[in-house]
């Protein structure tokens, strides 16, 4: 998808050798050493996975993960803020993907209040429940960027906290192009987006690590 910051660059479509060395334009980039989509990807690579290992490598509590307003935004600072002066913050832009920029803190409220009342599911409910907040998260899509990452990683904090495996999405943090998934993954998105979360939640458990 375009994030609308890019020139010639397509943000998170670098899955070509071309697309990996093209430049981009940077608004908001603090690292000023990093100049190609491949150099981004990597530092973006890097600081996630730190922030995964920091929730999956054991059950998250409800103390580290409380899934609350705070946390939701807070949660894509500590994976995009060393690198982008937006993570964390609400986006104040028109995408096409999303909902509009002064009813985002509202859903990002509904999505905490939905929490509250689906803390207490056990077993195959956890599936669906974290399918359907993947599914809001990119539909809310708070952020400049990153709404995916952030939404996947959101689920499989959600699973674990709740005593399911986490879903290990193949290729290169879905972001590749060319991964063979990509399609279906994009295909059960537009499908939840009709309420049909059946391709989604299959998709978490086929990848369940
Ligand atoms: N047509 C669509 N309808 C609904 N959601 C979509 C659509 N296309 C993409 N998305 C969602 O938006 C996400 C991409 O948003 P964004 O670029 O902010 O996230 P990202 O983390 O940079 O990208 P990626 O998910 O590719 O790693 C996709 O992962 C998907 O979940
Ligand atoms: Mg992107």
Not at 4 to 24: I, Q, V, Y
Not at 138 to 152: K, L, S, Y
Not at 160 to 173: F, S
């Amino acid at each position: 998808m375009n994030s609308g910051r890019g020139k010639g660059a397509k943000p998170g479509l670098g899955s070509s050798e071309k697309d990996d060395d093209t430049p981009f334009d940077g608004s908001g980039l603090k690292l000023k050493t990093v100049k190609t989509r491949r150099e981004l990807n990597e530092v973006e690579f890097a600081a996630i996975l730190r922030v995964t290992e920091k929730y999956l490598l054991s059950k998250p509590s409800p103390k580290i993960a409380p899934f609350n307003f705070d946390w939701l935004l807070g949660l894509h600072r500590e994976m995009f803020g060393s690198i982008w002066s937006w993570a964390g913050e609400i986006r104040s832009t028109e995408k096409n993907i999303g909902v509009s920029p002064n009813i985002i803190a509202a859903e990002l409220g509904v999505i905490a209040m939905e929490v509250d009342k689906r803390h207490h599911e056990t077993g195959d409910l956890v599936f669906a429940t974290a399918a359907e907040f993947h599914h809001r998260a990119v539909w809310v899509h708070p952020f400049e960027d990153g709404n995916g990452r952030w939404a996947r990683l959101l689920a499989n904090v959600w699973l674990m906290q709740h005593d399911q495996p986490a879903t290990l999405w193949p290729a290169t943090d879905l972001r590749d192009t060319e991964s063979p998934i990509r399609d279906d993954y994009i295909a059960a998105i537009k499908a939840a987006d009709s309420r049909n979360y059946g391709p989604l939640i299959d998709l978490h458990k086929k990848f369940s690590v």
